[in-house]
């Protein structure tokens, strides 16, 4: 999941169908990919809309990103 969730976020135009197997091979059906592919769409809209519009997070939240 954590695999397909990073290359949907980082590089969604490279996903393919075949990206979804090791999905089904863990057991997972077409609801709960479309959850996960939903999930992971929503925080990135969300991630995009908020640094689109300068907003900043509050004193001691988390930090901004993992890679910083």
Do not use: C, Q
């Not at 077409?30 to 592919?37: F, K, Q, S, Y």
């Amino acid at each position: 999941m954590v695999d397909y969730a990073l290359k949907l976020t980082r590089t969604p135009w490279d996903v393919r169908k075949d990206d979804l197997n090791p999905l089904r091979d863990a057991g997972l059906g077409d609801r709960e990919i479309l959850d996960l592919a939903m999930v992971v769409a929503y925080f990135a809209y969300v991630n995009r809309l908020a640094d689109g519009l300068g907003v900043e997070l509050e004193p001691g939240g988390p930090p901004h990103s993992l890679g910083e």
